[in-house]
């Protein structure tokens, strides 16, 4: 059973450019989660989607959009990158759409660098 | 404002010495909490879910267990290969899906 798949792994990009990441959850997951992980603050929620709709926001700038499409892959673009938003990105996708029982099932991250 | 504090930042254990991991936590309505494992390079691999206090879930060589204001992750005799960051996340009704993570736990287990 495949996991969920981020792609790109790794990224380098110039401050002030766009970037965008995939993410295409487990087969029948139709719940995606996005978190940012940096070694000062941790693992931080960015978004959350289900069924195409956005369920729930974190508190990040609207620099951070995200969207689902009809097959649950997902996608998150950040604009006008910033140093600060080097991180990791972590996709996470969940079976349940109410109390996940199983957890959510990261993705190994795409790893941006910011220069 | 929920939050989520993880006990020790770091622990260095040898083979076999058994210990816990803290994770207290302040949340207006728990729907669950969540331990996860990260390996350096890697996506946290989920654990256990708890759910009310009093419940305890096992996993091999792991334990956790859930109060109404901390959860304990208890290693028995652990094994080098158990060396990873813990994680210890809530996600509270009213705050849709989010899970809201702690800081972790870095153990590393010696031969």
């Known amino acids: 059973k495949a996991g969920v798949t981020q792609t790109p792994r790794y990224l380098i990009k110039t401050r002030g450019q766009q970037v965008t990441l995939s993410c295409s959850p487990i087969?029948?997951?139709?719940?995606v989660s996005w978190y940012q992980q940096t070694p000062g603050q941790g693992l931080q929620f960015l978004f959350e989607y289900f069924s195409e709709t956005q369920r729930n926001k974190g508190n990040f700038p609207g620099r951070f959009s995200g969207r689902q499409f009809s097959n649950s892959r997902s996608e998150m673009n950040v604009s006008t990158l910033e140093l600060g938003d080097s991180a990791l990105y972590l996709c996470?996708?969940?079976?349940?759409?109410?109390?996940?029982?199983?957890?959510?099932?990261f993705g190994s991250g795409t790893r941006l660098t910011v220069v | 404002e929920d939050q989520v504090t993880q006990s020790p930042e770091a622990l260095r254990l040898q083979e076999g010495e058994s210990s816990s991991l803290n994770c207290s936590y302040t949340v207006s309505g728990l729907r669950g909490l969540f331990w996860y494992r990260q390996d350096p390079g890697k996506g946290p691999e989920f654990l256990f879910t708890?759910?009310?206090a009093g419940e305890e879930k096992e996993k091999e060589r792991l334990k956790a267990t859930l109060t109404k204001k901390e959860s304990f992750l208890h290693i028995t005799a652990p094994k080098p290969e158990d060396s990873a960051t813990y994680l210890c996340a809530v996600q509270a009704h009213g705050s849709g899906y989010a899970l809201n993570f702690g800081k972790g736990t870095s153990l590393l287990v010696t031969p």
């Open positions: 996470a996708s969940s079976l349940a759409s109410e109390a996940p029982n199983y957890g959510y099932t």
């Open positions: 087969s029948g997951h139709r719940s």
């Open positions: 708890l759910y009310s």
